[in-house]
């Protein structure tokens, strides 16, 4: 075994590391460009829709933007971002060293990476999938969908290989590697809400590969799972894809309350009110939340009793996520309260899920999604939880553990300013959304007819967007402005903060911890600053510390599953220019070939000394870190 760490470029250092805080970066720049595609995609349709019979995009440009807007956003973008929150700081929070399984977690980037970066290349082959992100049968079919839809059904088949084996890593990391003392319900509430989304992930993640695994079998081998005319039913798509796709919402709003949790007790000086019921709370959601993927169904015919129930079931979410709202509301009540920038995302996004959630019950009720389904009713709503609830609360997180993550702080004014701007911005979009769906204008349409009412409102919702994408552009300016002239942070904890991982130095070293910390209390470091020295108590001596290396064959592996994908579209290409099965089989088996390298090949990592952890400890003090 190695006694000390590789020297290697930067480069490569990148490419083959497995430390759980860089794999955290990655995902958090990955994430944000497939944001910002994914946004200025939304901004061009806006624009399109800005006036009637604009003639501004293609009605066939339309469709594949509208498809690609909204997969990128939910599987590309808002998912990865929130793995990269989940990756930097459930270890820190939690005690640990690293994650379970560091190879595992590198992996899974790169698969989740390469995966989108397959669905991406369908635009340099005949253009995106067509058949919006749901993919419905028999528009996602070989008659009626073109090779995008293999892109689609392909590249989230890889992505989503990623997504599953790194919520598996979430789950066996918070389950066996927390420090001692820290009880289940000791547990910071994103720590929770991140463990229960990923068991969400396993349970919805599965059927959605089952049903693209049937999708791609029907458009490359002409199968007949959901084709009428062979004996095939275009319902059970969509019964396969709302099983994956309502939990899936709850699968990203539930770590989104979990950062709501940590910022809001922060920034008022408070402990969360009600922390065990806001466990349960948690639970309850998840659970009733993977129960209702039906009521998406009310207008395909399932009968009264079915929409009944689902009716119900739905309604009762309001519950548990009622005693949450309240929960945040009785912690702010009588608190010190900061309104700076993240406390401020975190504030506003209590309003603005709590009308996302109003308008969803009115959904819930059969008779009345049958007059607002497939109207812009529902763009409104889905809206004002995606991005009035989900990203909300990433913008309320990066501000929030921005200087833990890159030891610097995010310019204030900046920030507020960017707040501001996008805020109004997403009102002005999304809030008329509703009436123009109350109106009757149909959703997924690429144009109308001026004089029906329509003209001012969709006017309205685009000067939205640009306010939106200028508070996007302002964030940018203050991440650049932060690199170069922004305040350092030389503290470990600058918010005078509550959890684990404020504990650690900054910028926090590749151990994590110096000792394992030994926990005695909810608000672990908050309780060591009433009733100790401010410090956490060590569990263990300082002694040598055991860390993984980096490896180069996650990267690889990923490339593999990425030509296996690409071969595989290959045969409904017309004249490839080299044999498809080649293409896929070489992906496999480079693969296949990594998976027995890694197998096969021992390694042990490496030990960082004790003396080297002692001078480095012995460094911080005398830093004041």
Not at 97 to 112: Q, S, T
Not at 129 to 134: L, Q, V
Not at 496 to 506: K, N
Not at 590 to 618: N, W
Request: charge should be neutral; proline fraction near 5%.
């Amino acid at each position: 075994m190695a006694t000390q760490k590789q020297e290697k470029s930067v480069i490569w250092d990148w490419l083959t590391t497995v430390d759980h805080k860089k794999i955290a970066i990655m995902y958090l720049i990955a994430g944000t460009l497939f944001f910002v595609k994914a946004g200025v995609m939304a901004l061009f349709m806006r624009i399109q829709l800005m006036y009637p019979e604009m003639n501004f995009l293609s009605g066939q440009t339309f469709n594949e933007f509208i498809t690609m807007h909204g997969t990128i956003m939910l599987f590309l973008a808002a998912t990865p971002l929130l793995f990269a929150f989940m990756n930097y700081v459930i270890p820190l929070q939690i005690g640990a060293r690293d994650v379970a399984f560091p190879f595992v977690n590198a992996l899974g980037f790169w698969i989740f990476f390469f995966g989108g970066l397959l669905l991406s290349l369908s635009w340099f082959f005949g253009g995106g999938p067509d058949a919006g992100w749901t993919a419905y049968v028999p528009l996602s079919s070989r008659d009626y969908g073109g090779l995008g839809i293999d892109f689609y059904v392909l590249g989230l088949q890889v992505s989503g290989i990623g997504t599953l084996i790194s919520a598996i890593n979430f789950l066996v990391t918070i389950v066996n590697m927390r420090a001692p003392g820290m009880t289940m319900m000791r547990l910071p509430l994103f720590v929770w809400t991140s463990f229960i989304s990923s068991t969400l992930i396993l349970f919805a993640f599965t059927p959605l590969a089952a049903g693209l695994a049937l999708l791609m079998l029907d458009r490359l081998f002409e199968a007949q799972y959901f084709i009428p005319s062979m004996g095939g039913n275009v319902v059970l798509w969509q019964h396969i894809f709302w099983i994956f796709g309502h939990p899936e919402v709850y699968i990203l709003v539930l770590p989104a309350f979990g950062i709501i949790s940590e910022v809001i007790p922060a920034f008022s000086r408070k402990r969360l009110f009600g922390y065990t019921a806001m466990v349960f709370a948690t639970m309850i959601i998840a659970f009733l939340g993977f129960m209702v993927w039906a009521h998406h169904m009310f207008t395909v015919g399932m009968g009264p009793v079915a929409n009944s129930i689902f009716a119900v079931a739905t309604m009762t979410i309001a519950v548990p996520t009622g005693i949450k709202i309240f929960n945040w509301l009785f912690t702010m009540w009588g608190g010190k309260i900061t309104f700076n920038t993240a406390m401020l995302f975190a504030s506003s996004f209590v309003p603005t899920f709590v009308l996302g959630g109003v308008t969803g019950v009115m959904l819930a009720m059969a008779p009345v999604d049958y007059l607002y389904h497939d109207t812009y009713f529902v763009v409104a709503h889905f809206h004002y939880i995606i991005v009035g609830g989900i990203v909300l609360s990433l913008f309320a997180g990066l501000f929030y553990w921005y200087p833990k993550m890159f030891g610097h702080m995010l310019n204030e004014t900046l920030g507020k300013l960017f707040f501001w701007v996008f805020y109004i911005g997403f009102h002005l979009t999304f809030f008329v959304q509703h009436l123009l769906g109350l109106m009757g204008m149909p959703r997924r349409v690429y144009t109308y007819l001026g004089d029906q009412g329509l003209d001012a409102f969709n006017f309205i919702s685009t000067i939205g967007t640009f306010f939106m994408s200028a508070g996007v552009i302002l964030l940018v300016i203050n991440v650049i402005y932060s690199a170069f002239k922004g305040e350092r942070v030389t503290v470990a904890d600058p918010w005078d903060a509550r959890t684990l991982e404020w504990a650690t130095p900054t910028p926090v070293p590749e151990y994590n911890f110096a000792q394992t910390p030994q926990v005695r209390s909810l608000d672990p470091l908050f309780y060591e600053k009433i009733h100790g020295d401010g410090t956490m108590k060590p569990a263990e001596p300082v002694t040598d510390i055991h860390m993984p290396n980096g490896s180069i064959l996650p990267f690889i592996m990923s490339i593999g599953l990425f030509f296996a994908g690409f071969g595989l579209i290959m045969l409904n290409m017309d004249n490839p220019i080299i044999n498809p099965w080649i293409v896929a089989i070489g992906g496999l088996a480079l693969t296949f070939g990594c998976m027995f390298v890694r197998s096969i090949k021992e390694d042990h990592g490496y030990h960082i000394p004790a003396e080297q952890v002692k001078a480095d400890l012995a460094e911080l003090k005398k830093g004041g870190n």
